[in-house]
């Protein structure tokens, strides 16, 4: 038995938001990705803050492909993580990036995620302004999945559903470092 994909035309395209400052906000994002290539969508994610690093993502989405395409667009983590880039230099990567989901919210993709866009937007890399005018442009088919920490609450009220991730106990805490496969 094969999944039928509800057409465009009578699909109700959502804002989904995840959040917060717990972990799983990326990993729901890429959940929903994989449910979505099971129907036979395409889907974009453009990543705003992730760059140069290596992390599982970018080995696995190039077996959900043709489905997704991944871009990594951000300059790496702004002012930490021994990032010495100049702001305006991320600034100008987030601004390509928020043009090019422009560019194609209107191609062939049923779902856009926008990772770590809400941290793009409190270190003042994009205006609220500019994702809540790319929130209004976007097809009625399409669902939109905003994730990273800081979500403005003008994002918030934009969207149809927001999801914060707590941390209530992080390995870390114990001074377990980040473990390849489940944190990147």
Known sequence: M??????REKRQGLIIVYTGNGKGKTTAALGMALRAVGYDWRILMVQ?????WMYGELESYQRLAPNLDLKR???????????????????????????????????DYDLIILDEINVALKEGLVSVADVLELIKQKPPYLHLVLTGRY??????????????????????????????????
């Open 48 to 52: 705003f803050i992730k760059g140069d």
């Open 151 to 184: 979500a403005p609450q003008e994002i918030i009220d934009a969207a149809d559903l927001v999801t914060e991730m707590t941390e209530i106990k992080h390995p870390f805490q114990k001074g377990i470092l980040a473990q390849p496969g489940v944190d990147y």
């Open 2 to 7: 094969s999944l039928q994909a509800v057409p």
């Open 73 to 107: 667009m951000g300059k790496g983590f702004v002012g930490i993580m021994g990032d010495q880039k100049p702001l305006e230099e991320h600034q100008e990567a987030a601004r390509v990036a928020l043009q090019y989901v422009k560019e194609n919210m209107d191609k």
